[in-house]
C-alpha cells in the first residue's frame, strides 16, 4: 500500500529520470472478460486511457460500452475542478450497485484523484468496494495489481515523479490522428491548479524518441499527430532541448498535420513562433491560456505574465502567423477578484476576438494556494460573470465562424458525423469542427470543403475534392 503525500509531490528536487520499459508479456488470463472504461479530464487522459486500453487488452480482456456486461469497470479520474470529482463519485455509487449481485464485478480507479490525499482518505473510509486505486506515475502497475489475488483494498499511489516511461504500447482511439507525450507534469504552480500535484515534476522524453513515435505513426498511416504536455513550451528545459526545435524536428517527419497542446504565454518564444510559421505542416493554432485579464488577479494566480505582456505575444502571433486561430482558458471568480477585475477579463476578450474559449469558475483545490486565500464574492455573483463572458465568447467565434462562409478549407476527415449520420466529420487546419456532406470513402483523408453554415460551436460544408499533394 501506497498513498499520495502533496509535501513529496511539490518536491521538485531533481533526480535521473528512471525509464521504464513495459516489455512483460502477460499472458491473456481474462478469457472471455470484458472491461468498461471511462476517461474523464484533458487530454492527457484521453492519452493515458489508450495505454490502460492496451494493458487490459494484453490480459485478454475485451472492450464494452455495456457497464452491466463488464468484469473490470475502469475509471480513469480528473481532479482539476470539484465538478470532475462529482461525476465519478455520481458514477461509483452506479458501480457499487451493480457489484451488489456480482462476484466478478472489479472496480478499479486511477488518475489524478487518486493522486488526492484527500480523496484517499474519502475512498479508505466510504467506498471499500472500490477494489484497486492507481496513481498517476504508476499506470503501468495495473496489469500487475489484476493478476494479484486479495481480499482487501489495494492502493498504489506514488506521489514522487521522476520515471519517464518508454516502450509504451497503445491501442489507439483513432487510425487517423493520434496523440504523442512529449513531456510530463508541471512546474508552473499556478495557485489554483492541482496538476503540479498530480503530474508531478516537469520531464520531457527524449527528442530521438519522441520522433521515432512520430515516424512510426506516419509509417503506419497516420495523418495529424498532436504533441501533448501540460506546457509544451516548457519542453527541454531539464535536457536541454527546446520546443521549437522539437517542433521543427517533428514537422521535417513530414507527417502531413502537426498540432502541440497546451502552450504558456510565458517563455513562448519567438523561435517558436517563426517555427509555426514556417513550416505548412504545423497548423496555424494555439491554444493559449489567458485565465483573467487582471494584472492583479495573474499575479495572485502565479501565472508570470501581465495583461500588456499577454497581449504583446497575442499580436505577435496574428501577425506572424498566417491565418491563426487562437482559443483560451478564463477562470472568473478567482478569490476576491472584483468587477474591475472582471472587467479587464472582458476587456481582453474583446480585443483577442477568440476563436474559442473554455470558461470555468474557479473551484478551490484542497493543497493549492487559493484554496486558502479568503474570498467574499457570492456564487451567484460568479455565476453572473461566467454567463455574461461566455455570451460574449460566444460572440466572438460566432463572428470568427461567420468569416468562413462560403470559402473552401480544407478538413482532415476523422468519421461519421455524430449530429447526422449521414454526413462525416473533421477539423479545418484551424481546429474547427466541420459536419461534411460528403462521401464516407473520404474518412481518413485531408479535403477540400465549401463552408455552408457556420454556428458559435461548428460548421456544415460541402466535399469539393481530394487535397492534391504538392
Ligand atoms: N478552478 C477552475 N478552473 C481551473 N483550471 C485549472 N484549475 C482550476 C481551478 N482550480 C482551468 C484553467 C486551466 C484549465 C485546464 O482548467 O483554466 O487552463
Ligand atoms: Fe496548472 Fe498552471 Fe501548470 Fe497549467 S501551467 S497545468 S494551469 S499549474
Known amino acids: 500500500m501506497h498513498l499520495p503525500d502533496l509535501n513529496v509531490a511539490k518536491d521538485r528536487k531533481k533526480s535521473e529520470n528512471k525509464y521504464i520499459n513495459l516489455e512483460e508479456n502477460y499472458s491473456k488470463v481474462f478469457q472471455n472478460k470484458k472491461y468498461f472504461l471511462r476517461t474523464y479530464g484533458c487530454q492527457m487522459n484521453v492519452h493515458d486511457s489508450e495505454a490502460i486500453r492496451s494493458y487490459l487488452e494484453t490480459l485478454g480482456l475485451t472492450n464494452t460500452e455495456n457497464l452491466e456486461e463488464a468484469n473490470v469497470v475502469v475509471l480513469n479520474t480528473c481532479a482539476i475542478r470539484e465538478n470532475a470529482r462529482d461525476k465519478v463519485m455520481g458514477f461509483l455509487g452506479k458501480c457499487k450497485y451493480l457489484k451488489k449481485n456480482r462476484d466478478d464485478f472489479k472496480i478499479v480507479l486511477l488518475g489524478c484523484m487518486a493522486e488526492q490525499p484527500d480523496v484517499i482518505d474519502d475512498i479508505q473510509k466510504n467506498h471499500q468496494y472500490i477494489d484497486i486505486v492507481i496513481g498517476t506515475h504508476n499506470l503501468y502497475d495495473l496489469p500487475k495489481l489484476l493478476l494479484q489475488e486479495f481480499n482487501k483494498q489495494q492502493i498504489e499511489v506514488y506521489s514522487n515523479s521522476d520515471e519517464i516511461i518508454e516502450g509504451m504500447n497503445y491501442t489507439r482511439d483513432s487510425k487517423i490522428t493520434a496523440w504523442v507525450n512529449i513531456m510530463y507534469g508541471c512546474d508552473k504552480f499556478c495557485t489554483y491548479c492541482i496538476v503540479p500535484y498530480t503530474r508531478g515534476r516537469e520531464r520531457s522524453r527524449k527528442l530521438e524518441s519522441i520522433i521515432a513515435e512520430v515516424k512510426d505513426l506516419k509509417k503506419n498511416g497516420y495523418k495529424e499527430v498532436t504533441l501533448l504536455g501540460?506546457?509544451?513550451?516548457?519542453?527541454?528545459?531539464?535536457?536541454?532541448?527546446?520546443?521549437?526545435?522539437?517542433?521543427?524536428?517533428?514537422?521535417?517527419?513530414?507527417?502531413?498535420?502537426?498540432?502541440?497542446?497546451?502552450?504558456?504565454?510565458?517563455?513562448?518564444?519567438?523561435?517558436?513562433?517563426?517555427?509555426?510559421?514556417?513550416?505548412?505542416?504545423?497548423?496555424?493554432?494555439?491554444?493559449?491560456?489567458?485565465?483573467?485579464?487582471?494584472?492583479?488577479?495573474?499575479?495572485?494566480?502565479?501565472?508570470?505574465?501581465?495583461?500588456?505582456?499577454?497581449?504583446?505575444?497575442?499580436?505577435?502571433?496574428?501577425?506572424?502567423?498566417?491565418?491563426?486561430?487562437?482559443?483560451?482558458?478564463?477562470?472568473?471568480?478567482?478569490?476576491?477578484?472584483?468587477?474591475?477585475?472582471?472587467?479587464?477579463?472582458?476587456?481582453?476578450?474583446?480585443?483577442?476576438?477568440?476563436?474559442?474559449?473554455?470558461?470555468?469558475?474557479?473551484?478551490?483545490?484542497?493543497?493549492?494556494?487559493?484554496a486558502k486565500m479568503e474570498d467574499k464574492i457570492p456564487m451567484r455573483v460568479k455565476e453572473e460573470r461566467l454567463?455574461?463572458?461566455?455570451?460574449?465568447?460566444?460572440?466572438?467565434?460566432?463572428?470568427?465562424?461567420?468569416?468562413?462562409?462560403?470559402?473552401?478549407?480544407?478538413?482532415?476527415?476523422?468519421?461519421?458525423?455524430?449530429?447526422?449520420?449521414?454526413?462525416?466529420?473533421?477539423?479545418?487546419?484551424?481546429?474547427?469542427?466541420?459536419?461534411?456532406?460528403?462521401?464516407?470513402?473520404?474518412?481518413?483523408?485531408?479535403?477540400?470543403?465549401k463552408i455552408t453554415d457556420a454556428k458559435s460551436f461548428s460548421l456544415d460544408g460541402e466535399y469539393l475534392e481530394e487535397k492534391v499533394a504538392n
Request: glycine share 6%.
Open 230 to 370: 501540460q506546457n509544451v513550451n516548457a519542453y527541454g528545459k531539464d535536457i536541454g532541448e527546446t520546443f521549437s526545435h522539437l517542433l521543427e524536428c517533428v514537422a521535417k517527419t513530414g507527417i502531413e498535420r502537426v498540432r502541440f497542446v497546451t502552450s504558456h504565454p510565458w517563455n513562448f518564444t519567438d523561435e517558436m513562433i517563426d517555427v509555426i510559421a514556417k513550416y505548412d505542416n504545423i497548423m496555424p493554432y494555439i491554444h493559449l491560456p489567458l485565465q483573467s485579464g487582471s494584472d492583479n488577479i495573474l499575479k495572485k494566480m502565479n501565472r508570470r505574465y501581465t495583461k500588456k505582456e499577454y497581449l504583446e505575444l497575442f499580436n505577435k502571433m496574428k501577425e506572424r502567423i498566417p491565418g491563426v486561430a487562437i482559443t483560451t482558458d478564463i477562470i472568473v471568480g478567482f478569490p476576491n477578484e472584483s468587477d474591475a477585475d472582471f472587467e479587464e477579463t472582458l476587456d481582453v476578450v474583446r480585443t483577442c476576438k477568440y476563436d474559442g474559449a473554455y470558461t470555468f469558475i474557479f473551484s478551490p483545490r484542497e493543497g493549492t494556494p487559493a
Open 387 to 449: 454567463h455574461k463572458l461566455n455570451e460574449l465568447v460566444n460572440y466572438y467565434s460566432n463572428q470568427n465562424n461567420q468569416k468562413l462562409l462560403n470559402k473552401v478549407v480544407e478538413v482532415l476527415i476523422l468519421g461519421d458525423s455524430e449530429k447526422d449520420a449521414s454526413k462525416v466529420y473533421g477539423y479545418t487546419d484551424t481546429m474547427k469542427l466541420v459536419n461534411v456532406e460528403g462521401p464516407k470513402s473520404i474518412i481518413g483523408k485531408i479535403v477540400k470543403v
